[in-house]
Each structure stands twice: as structure tokens, then as C-alpha cells.
């Protein structure tokens, strides 16, 4: 059972615009948050993160929202550019366990 | 910068054969993780280890796959014998310690195929 979703599996987006990508889970016990960003043939890479206890949290032109009553978490990206054309993982933890989503591939078009 | 060393980087078997993976962690990482990604989804834990004991092996299938972390530090991944439905990425990653941090490191990985 898929306890981590994201519903969009690709996002288009012109350079300098704003992405924003949602995930959604159903775990009430999961207590931290993360994002994770993929380039072809490379690991994940760690990007962003928020405790169950915060709402936002930003770091340069990542920010990631946290809506705790809907089980949702949006990743936006402002503004966007061509290297952060990859694929987003969003990934949930309780107890230390990551349990991921199955990936959004964004294109930053120039 | 510390990075999550994997090897090989590719492999390509056929069924019914033995591979193993080999994982060296960021130093002074205690926790280590073995994820396999299928095309087009997300990884999923197979094992997570606490220096050289198995914390978490509930998702790795014991009927052909073994996991080692021998001294604490590097890793073996093994699949005995290999199927085809075993074609997929395995990825490592290492985090500070247990109950240390949530943020894990990842390798490049190894993508294997079963022919």
C-alpha cells in the first residue's frame, strides 16, 4: 500500500517561473518530511526538509509547505532554472524509515 | 565532500545466477540502507543496518537475498539466485546514526538487469 503519493508524474515549467510540486500521504505517524532531487544515472540527493511541528520551512529558493489536517506537502521552487530540470522524490519518516514517492519528473524549458 | 561509494555501477546476469553489491558508506556513518528501485517508482527499503546489526529486514525477501555489514562499516548486498523480476536499481545510503538525523546520503547505485 502506497503510504507516499505524488499524483503528477511530469511538470513543464518555463525558465524563471515557479514550480510546484505536491505529495500526499496517508501515515498520521510520520514526523518528518523530505524531498530528495534525482539526475539521470546519479543517487538521490538530499534538497529540503520539515518536522511534523512547522508549517514551512525555506532555504533559498526552495520552500516546502507542510498541511498537517490534509496529509499534504507542496515543494516550490522559485525561480526555477534549466539544472533543476530532474526528478523530485518525496519521502516520509517515522521512526528513521524513509517510505518514498514514486517521483516527478520536472523540465525547466528555456 | 563524503559521498556514498557503490560498485559496480552496472551488472547484467543471467537468471538463475549469484550477484553481489558492495556498498562503503560515508565515514563515521553508523546507519546504513539498502533501497531497490524499480523503474518509475520510488525507492523501497530492503534492509537497514545499525553499525553491523540488522535493525530492519522486514521488506527484503530471505528466500534469495542476503545482506552483510561484517565490521560496521561497508556492506554486501547478495541475490541467489537472481530473477528476472529482480531487474531494478539498488541503491545504498548512509545516515549519522539512529535516532541522529532523518536526512540519509545515497549512492550512485547499481543498476542490474536479469536476462
Known amino acids: 500500500d502506497q503510504q507516499v503519493k505524488q499524483n503528477s508524474p511530469s511538470l513543464s515549467v518555463q525558465e524563471g517561473r515557479i514550480s510546484i510540486l505536491n505529495c500526499d500521504y496517508t501515515n498520521s505517524m510520520f514526523d518528518y518530511f523530505l524531498w530528495y532531487k534525482k539526475y539521470p544515472a546519479e543517487g538521490p540527493t538530499f534538497l529540503i526538509s520539515i518536522s511534523s511541528i512547522k508549517d514551512k520551512n525555506e532555504d533559498g529558493r526552495f520552500t516546502v509547505f507542510l498541511n498537517k489536517s490534509a496529509k499534504h506537502l507542496s515543494l516550490h521552487i522559485v525561480p526555477s532554472q534549466p539544472g533543476d530540470s530532474a526528478v523530485y522524490f518525496c519521502?516520509?519518516?517515522?521512526?528513521?524509515?524513509?517510505?518514498f514517492g514514486a517521483g516527478t519528473t520536472v523540465t525547466v524549458r528555456a | 565532500e563524503a559521498e556514498v561509494a557503490q560498485s559496480p555501477r552496472y551488472k547484467i546476469t543471467e537468471k538463475s545466477q549469484a550477484v553481489a553489491f558492495w556498498c562503503d558508506p560515508i565515514s563515521g556513518h553508523a546507519t546504513l540502507y539498502w533501497y531497490r528501485q524499480i523503474l518509475g517508482q520510488g525507492p523501497e527499503l530492503l534492509v537497514q543496518?545499525?553499525?553491523?546489526?540488522?535493525?530492519?529486514d522486514s521488506q527484503l525477501p530471505k528466500d534469495r537475498f542476503s545482506a552483510e555489514r561484517l565490521k560496521g562499516v561497508d556492506s554486501t548486498l547478495k541475490i541467489q539466485p537472481a530473477e528476472l523480476g529482480d531487474s531494478a536499481m539498488y541503491l545504498c545510503?548512509?545516515?549519522?546514526?539512529?535516532?541522529?538525523?532523518?536526512?540519509?546520503?545515497f549512492g550512485p547505485g547499481t543498476r542490474l538487469t536479469v536476462t
Open positions: 543496518f545499525q553499525d553491523e546489526s540488522v535493525v530492519d
Open positions: 545510503a548512509s545516515s549519522l546514526a539512529l535516532g541522529g538525523a532523518y536526512e540519509q546520503y
Open positions: 519521502a516520509a519518516s517515522e521512526d528513521y524509515k524513509l517510505s
